[in-house]
């Protein structure tokens, strides 16, 4: 079946500082890669996506690229600021019906 | 702006009880899920429907059933609630096609006590 792998919480980091969290995937056949992010109390909403190898997804400063060889869709940000702690969920979907499956989350803290 | 809607923000029910937790979008949106989730674990998926009276296991049945009688509206049921299943419960729904975004409700936070 299929499987998300994303790097374990919590990450702590200063303002402004370089963000990296790890995504690997196993699917059956060829998913679609998801980044979801849950602010504090809230839902989750989708933070960026991508459909093809190779496509960049990107919004509010965070990018992932989508690596079929390694099958990775890691998650970054050049400068991260406190407004995005929150904790940050890959995912992936596929088949004709597109059910999601999701990584554990990984909480991000950012302090002053 | 899509909205999913659950019926509950917070619930506390007794071991035993049959519990339903509502779950309503406005999108006109094929599929919906419900996942619970919890600490470590991330989002594990209950069931999900893809059509009105149409059902598909996920990863965690057991103890649960669902029921979609309307398209806007997809319901979960715990039979008998226990203890194990005290969880935050996440709806969500999304449109039939590669790569669509799933909206989730604020999500169902379940004691049972």
């Known amino acids: 079946g299929n499987s998300v792998t994303q790097m374990e919480g919590p990450v702590t980091l200063s303002e402004e500082a370089f963000l990296t969290i790890n995504c690997t995937y196993t699917a059956t056949g060829y998913p679609s890669l998801f980044w979801y992010v849950q602010y504090p109390g809230e839902g989750l909403q989708l933070l960026l996506k991508a459909t093809k190898a190779d496509d960049k997804g990107s919004n509010k400063g965070f990018e992932a690229t989508y690596r079929k060889e390694t099958t990775s869709f890691h998650l970054e940000k050049g400068s991260v600021q406190v407004s995005d702690s929150a904790v940050y969920f890959c995912?992936?979907?596929?088949?004709?019906?597109?059910?999601?499956?999701f990584g554990t989350g990984t909480k991000l803290q950012v302090i002053p | 702006d899509v909205k999913v809607t659950q019926s509950s923000r917070y619930l506390v029910k007794r071991t035993g009880e049959k519990v339903f937790l509502e779950c309503v979008q406005d999108m006109d949106h094929e599929n919906m899920f419900w996942y619970r989730q919890d600490p470590g674990l991330g989002l594990r998926l209950i069931y999900f429907s893809y059509d009105v009276k149409m059902k598909e296991k996920g990863d965690i049945p057991e103890g649960y059933s669902v029921s979609r009688e309307k398209k806007e509206r997809f319901s979960l049921i715990l039979e008998s609630a226990s203890t194990n299943q005290t969880s935050m419960y996440l709806c969500?729904?999304?449109?039939?096609?590669?790569?669509?975004?799933?909206?989730f409700g604020q999500g169902t936070r379940l004691t049972v006590v």
């Open positions: 969500a729904s999304s449109f039939v096609g590669r790569g669509t975004e799933a909206f």
């Open positions: 995912a992936l979907s596929e088949g004709g019906y597109q059910k999601v499956t």
